[in-house]
């Protein structure tokens, strides 16, 4: 009889390991599990074996009346490759110490180690944030900043990636910084590919503002910012400048300065970058417009300028973009299979 060859040994991967903790909510573990814990053959990459533990044995209880029961605790969880903590219980008590005794010994060893929202907490207490920058939920920076004075918060920013440390701001957040490490590990490719399988944006830059009072601008008159902001969309590939916004919104350039930062979390010229970025990603996508066409088309004045913020914000050049979308969508799609979700 005709032997049948065995399937080769699944590559395996860095491993993934998030902490589950009392009073959290399924989205926070969800995301984290959405990222590292589907099986993606397609993409033909040694993927990660993910876990989720616990600090203490038994059920660990969530919002809405549900249960956990994480088959493992903090020995597995201080010997994964990340570690992440997606929040801790009160931000006001103390952190457990045998966690905080994990998180050290984990990061000597060269573990690299991840908070969303809360979670920047546990590593303060651990003493992994002093003398770092950190991100947090804007709710909660002026907390850790008054508790952990050695760590220099970012209220304003969706996460910061440190090397070995990475934290992020509110959970949502934490879906960008996960992809982050997806791209960090595999590649833009892979990462854009992950992004299109969660029907989000392939980036956004960890520099983004947390918290935009009116993220869609107003054009019924009544927000003069906002007014100014969707005239500057509409032509987005002619000179601005800050004078000929403030101008639009009828006020004196500081005036107009003042008032777009408390609106949006950042100045009008950076503002501007990034909606000119954005506006370039669709065209890189879309076929093989020369780079200078795209930068002409959105605004730069010149290619060198267009890859210089392309690249500050995307972490990889307009052509190393485009040619990972182009390998995204030549990727084979996998067998048919039920649907995970």
């Not at 491993?15 to 926070?28: K, P, Q, R, S």
């Not at 059920?59 to 597995?76: D, F, I, K, Q």
């Not at 909606?275 to 066409?293: H, K």
Request: with cysteine.
């Amino acid at each position: 009889m005709p032997t049948r060859s065995l399937p080769p040994p699944r590559r395996r991967g860095p491993t993934i390991a998030v902490l589950a903790y009392e009073g959290m909510t399924g989205f926070e573990v969800g995301i984290v599990s959405e990222v590292f814990g589907l099986a993606r053959p397609e993409l033909d990459v040694p993927w990660y074996e993910y876990v989720i533990c616990a600090a203490k044995p038994g059920a660990v209880r969530m919002v809405g009346g549900a249960t956990m029961a994480p088959a493992h605790g903090l020995a597995t969880f201080a010997n994964a490759d990340t570690l992440i903590v997606p929040g801790v219980p009160d931000v006001h008590g103390e952190v457990d110490a045998e966690l905080v005794t994990a998180l050290r010994t984990a990061h000597r060893n060269g573990s690299r180690i991840v908070s969303i929202c809360s979670g920047a907490f546990a590593l303060a207490a651990a003493g992994l944030l002093d003398g770092r920058g950190a991100a947090t939920h804007w709710r909660y920076a002026g907390l850790l900043r008054e508790r952990f004075p050695a760590v220099t918060v970012h209220p304003d920013v969706l996460y910061l990636d440190e090397g070995d440390v990475l934290t992020s701001a509110g959970s949502a957040a934490g879906l960008d910084l996960c992809l982050h490490l997806v791209r960090r590990d595999f590649g833009p490719s892979v990462a854009n590919a992950v992004a299109r399988r969660l029907v989000v944006p392939p980036h956004r830059d960890g520099g983004q503002a947390q918290f935009i009072q009116a993220p869609v601008p107003d054009t019924d008159g009544a927000d003069p910012v906002g007014a100014s902001m969707t005239w500057a969309l509409e032509r987005l590939d002619e000179p601005l400048s800050v004078a000929a916004m403030a101008a639009r919104a009828h006020m004196s350039t500081r005036s107009y300065l003042r008032h777009f930062a408390r609106r949006t979390g950042t100045s009008p010229i950076r503002w501007l970058i990034a909606q000119r970025v954005q506006a370039s990603l669709p065209l890189l996508e879309a076929g093989a417009t020369p780079v200078e066409d795209v930068a002409r088309r959105v605004g730069f004045e010149t290619a060198v300028t267009f890859r210089h913020h392309f690249t500050r914000a995307m972490r990889t050049s307009p052509s190393a973009y485009r040619r990972a979308f182009r390998d995204a969508d030549l990727t084979p799609p996998p067998p048919a299979a039920p649907p995970r979700r």
